[in-house]
C-alpha cells in the first residue's frame, strides 16, 4: 500500500476521519483511547475501490457476499461496551468481515491477543491481507462456524459477535473467563437488541442495551 492510499485524499482523508469522531462523540462514545484509535484506522482500505469515498458516514455499507462493514458507530459502542469494566487481554470475534472491527480491536489498549472466526473464506482472507498490510500481528484468523466459539483458545476475557443468533449459543457464553464479558446483538430479522453478559463467580449476568440491526449468525463454513 502506498502511503497515499493508507493515509487518503479528498472523501477518504484525515478530515473526514476527525469529523466522523466529532459525530461519535455526540452520539455518547466516551472511551477515549478507542476514539482516537477510530481516528487513526484507515476505513477505507476494509471496502471495495468503488465504495471507498463513502467509508466515514455513519453506515454500515456492503462488503460483498450479503454482508456489511458494521457502522462506526455500532463498532464504537460494542467496542466501549466490551471495556466497559477494563480492556480484556484475550477476545474472541465471531464474524470477521471486513476485518475493520478486528483493527479496531487488536489495536486497543490491553489486548494482547484477538482470534477472529468468519465462515466465509474470500471476505477472511482479504481481512488477513488487510491487516497484514496495517502491520498488526496480534490477530490469529480461523474459517469456521463461529456459533462453537474457539474453544482451544478458551477462555477468553472478551467476546464480540458482529452477527445476530436468535438466542446466543451456550457454547459461546461458556467460553468466557470469570470477569469476563461478551456483547452480541440477539434476535431475528424484525427485532434484535444488543445484549452484555457478564461471567461472576456465581453464574451470568445479563444486561439488554438498545435496539439494533445486524446480520444473522449462520450456520456451516463457504468456502471458495
Ligand atoms: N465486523 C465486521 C462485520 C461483518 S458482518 C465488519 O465490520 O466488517 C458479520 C460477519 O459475520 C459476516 O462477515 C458474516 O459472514 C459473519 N458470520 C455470520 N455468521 C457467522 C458464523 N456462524 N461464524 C462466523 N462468522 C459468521
Redesign the pocket.
Known sequence: MTPEQFSGIGMTSQRTRDRLVQRLQEQGIENQALLDIIRTTPRHI?LDEALAHRAYEDSALP?G?Q????QPYI?ARMTELLFAAGAPARVLE????????TTILARMPGVEQVFS????QP?LEKARDRLRSLRIYNVQCRLA???MGWAEKAPFDGILS??APREIPAELIEQLAIGGRLVSPEGDDREQHLVVITRTDDGFERQIIEPVRF?P???GVIRR
Open positions: 476494509y462488503i457476499f454482508q456489511t462493514l458494521s463498532v465471531v464474524g470477521t468481515g471486513s476485518g475493520y472491527q472466526v468468519e465462515r466465509i471476505l462456524d463461529g456459533a458482529a452477527a446480520v449468525l449462520l450456520s
